[in-house]
């Protein structure tokens, strides 16, 4: 009997060793060949930034068509789908065996505008100058447009099978005009985009000294509001001073604005980051991390964090000031100033609530608070509990050796809408620099670069995710 027993685990052994073998000779079957792949990467990175597809006007076209023609060329499917002639949007579909719901991989054709003059290099040039690539959407959001088209070429080059379909959308208008890109496809063709995961931007390695520190991975974001105050009064020859001067009260409710705080509050995400920072700081920084878990000290630390580091400051609801506009004459004083708000609230606030906080800070009857047209763009979250996370946090830890820290990003996104579907997204992004934003290096700068290495290195990371989350298992 006893004999019997291990002549059956002897067998369970080999059967499990024989499985692994396969699975292992499976994955290097599938591993692409990255030394050959860099020299396509990079010229498909190239010739993309190379496209002037700023924001305003907009015209992504000529990104759309290289796009659909590198695709096609492979014989991957390309559908577009256009609200605008100018502004298409690309989506291509590795077909799955439908055992599991589609995997999507997003990223935007359109870049900010700029100013030619401020750059020393072209700003559509992708030039490349010591180790890095330098140009308008080398890091928003070219580089995911590279990765995304990279990452179906090679499924199918190497005829990957897999579990769930696996989705590419090159998308429009995310810059400056959501109505041509992703609210025409969420709105009238979702389900050529439909997925249970979506990969997109915003998340990223942090470097510091030339070391990555963590990975981060955007798993909700604010919602942007914008409000007007508007100060009104008697107008008058500016040689008579009048207390009523609208200019005066809107200063003064400005500068109120500049010290608002509201209600902290912490979510599954930002409960979880300031957790993990504080597992990997030291000191007093680790301590104040901590300190963000206790309701009795949070207060005092979003005040240290406004004053000092204010991207760490992602607790509650922010406003602030970012246009002016009253009077039109030096000695007139007059009647009307107003003054423009940018309301970041969080995806569970009221922004009514918010609204009804700020007239109280404010506090004037004679400024009127009140909401502005703008693009709101609807809540949603992400959670950190799925295969998606958990997969995204291995590759991390395997390609950067760096622990993983879901954020909610303070800007914007279009996996806002998506979220809002009930699809499950989250922001990823190359590895940056730490030093390099505040150096005028970073997204939507006048210098706006990446570090060469690193798209590769991110096309290899995202490479791992997908076959993880969609390939046959």
Known sequence: MRHGVRARVAVTVVAALFLLSGAVSGQQRHTPDWAKAEEEILRHFQA??????????????????????????????VQIFTLEPSRPNVVARLKGNGSRRPL??????DVVNV?????????????????????RGTLDDKDSVTTGLMIMLLLKRLNVPLDRDVIFLAEAGEEGNTRVGIQFMVNQHFREIDAEYCLAETGGMVRERGEVRYGTVQTLEKIPRAID??????????????????????????????????????NETTR??????????????AQRYRDVLDP????????????????????????????????????????EAKAQLDLRVLPDDEPEGALESLRQAVNDPAVEVAFAPRDVRPGGASRLDTEAFTALEAAVRRHYNAPTLPIMSTGATDMAYLRAK???????????????????FGSHSDQERILESELYRFVRFTWDVVVQLAARR
């Open 229 to 266: 105050l508007t100060a009104r009064g008697v107008s008058g020859h500016g040689s008579v001073p009048l207390l009523g001067n609208p200019i005066v009260h809107l200063a003064a409710a400005v500068a109120r604005v500049g010290d608002w705080h509201s209600t902290i509050r912490l």
């Open 422 to 440: 009930g699809v499950q997204c989250y922001g990823i992004g190359p590895a940056i620099d730490a030093e390099d934003a505040p150096k005028g």
């Open 115 to 135: 100013d030619p003059a401020k750059w020393t290099h072209p700003p559509f040039s992708a030039a490349r100058e010591g180790s890095y690539i330098y140009g």
């Open 296 to 335: 009795q000290k949070v207060a005092a630390i979003d005040r240290y964090f406004h004053a000092n580091d204010p991207a760490k400051a992602p607790l509650h609801a922010t406003a602030s000031p970012t246009i002016i506009d009253g009077g039109y004459r030096l000695n007139v004083i007059p009647s």
């Open 104 to 109: 999507l991989l997003m990223g935007h054709t």
């Open 48 to 77: 993309l930034v190379r496209f002037d597809t700023s924001d305003p006007p907009g015209n992504e076209k000529p990104a759309a068509d290289y796009l659909r023609q590198a695709l096609e060329k492979e014989g991957i499917p």
């Open 272 to 285: 979880a980051y300031f957790t993990r920072l504080a597992e990997i700081s030291t000191g007093a920084e």
